[in-house]
Structure formats: C-alpha cells, structure tokens
C-alpha cells in the first residue's frame, strides 16, 4: 500500500466549475500535510498548507480529518491557470528532524474553456 | 525563480555508468533534499543534507550517494547505472531541515538511460 494515495485523474471540468481532490495518507503519526502545484514539465511548488481546522487561500480550500487520514483539496471558480498536477505531501511520522516530505502520484486538473 | 539551480538540465548515459547531478540551494538554506520523479509518479525522497551530514534517508540503494559542501551546495552521485534510474532528479533546499514542510526545487535534471 502506498504512505500517500490519490487519484491520478486526469480531472476534465470546465471553466467556473468546482473541483475537489482527495487524498489518504497511511502513518497515523504523520505530522504535517501539504497541498503541492506542478506545472508541465516544471518542478513542484507549495501550493498551501493543510491544519485540522480547514484553511483558506482565496478559491483554494483544504481540509484533514486525522481521524480518517484524509486530505481534501477544493478548488472552487476554476481557471485556465489551475490546470497541473495537484501532489498531496505527508511529512514526519518519524525521526523529527528529518524533512522528508512523501509525494503522492498527483492529481491533473485540465480545466477547459 | 526559487533561486535553486541544478545542473545539467538534461542527460543521457548508458548502464553502467555513473553521473553527478549538481545543485545549488537558495542563499541562507542550510539542508538540501534530493528527490527522483519518474514519469507520471510523485517525487520520491532519496536524502537530505543538513549542514554536510546525512541527515535522512528514503528507500533506495547505496549506489545513490551524495556530499553537501560547506558553501551548502550539494551533489547527488548514482552509480552502475540502471534503466530504471532514468527520471526527473530534484533538489529542494530548506531551512533547518525543512521543518516547517516548504521546499524550494530546482527544475531538476532530467536523466535518460539508455
């Protein structure tokens, strides 16, 4: 079974639609959650952060239920621009220092005119 | 953009052979990550560097090799190349290990084996 799971996709929805993504994660004892961006061909950038209490970047929104260990990316009035593979990242569960972040496979989001 | 540069861009070898990737972390970074994407797949963790030690290690054998120098820059090393081996090679250099999560990556070097 992989640390991190989701769906590849691809996601086809058109401009203005809402989107959401979904992620599960294996260690009980990971500490942090992240929502990553990656453009065609380009390297990875941290799209936010993901907290207990849900968090908000403007049309972006994610969620974490520890409980279940899922991870829930909303993106909501789609554009052009949102079209990329979406990575969910788990970090910690283990020795503390260490920063290894675990990539899932990433979503693609295609959003059409 | 994130200030990381890595180089070559692209590469191609044979198996077999050995190759260095080369990067350059962001001014005031003291630990860098090295990551290999194969295509269609998340990154994967190789290891980490924090202040030129070792500090973290993900699942691959010990023909991948690396050395961080004291100006923090870094360089990956694999050996008795494999086809397999042939990916997108990231570096992503942090702060204090990277505990706060947030990594800057280089555009990587993108390794073919032939």
């Known amino acids: 079974r992989k640390e991190v799971e989701q769906d590849p996709g691809p996601f086809n929805v058109p401009e203005g639609a809402t989107v959401a993504f979904n992620c599960t994660y294996s260690n009980s004892a990971s500490q942090s959650f992240f929502w990553y961006r990656q453009d065609c061909r380009k390297e990875p950038k941290l799209l936010m952060s993901?907290?207990?209490s849900g968090n908000e970047d403007g049309r972006f929104t994610a969620q974490l239920n520890r409980a279940s260990q899922y991870i829930s990316l909303l993106i909501r009035d789609s554009k052009l621009s949102d079209s990329a593979t979406y990575l969910c990242?788990?970090?910690?569960?283990?020795?503390?220092?260490?920063?290894?972040?675990?990539f899932g496979q990433g979503t693609t989001l295609q959003v059409k005119p | 953009e994130t200030g990381v540069t890595q180089s070559p861009t692209h590469l191609i070898k044979t198996r077999g052979q050995q190759v260095t990737l080369r990067c350059s972390s962001q001014s005031g970074h003291n630990t860098v990550s090295w990551y290999q994407q194969a295509l269609g797949q998340g990154p994967q963790f190789i290891f980490q560097?924090?202040?030129?030690?070792?500090?973290g290690r993900g699942n691959f054998p010990p023909r991948f090799s690396g050395l961080q120098f004291p100006n923090y820059s870094s360089e990956l090393n694999v050996n008795a190349l494999e086809l397999d081996d042939s990916a997108l090679y990231l570096c992503?250099?942090?702060?204090?290990?990277?505990?706060?999560?947030?990594?800057?990556f280089g555009e990587g070097s993108r390794l073919t084996v032939l």
């Open positions: 992503a250099s942090s702060l204090s290990a990277g505990v706060t999560g947030e990594l800057f």
């Open positions: 993901v907290y207990s």
């Open positions: 990242v788990v970090k910690g569960g283990g020795s503390s220092n260490t920063g290894k972040l675990i």
């Open positions: 560097y924090y202040r030129e030690e070792e500090n």
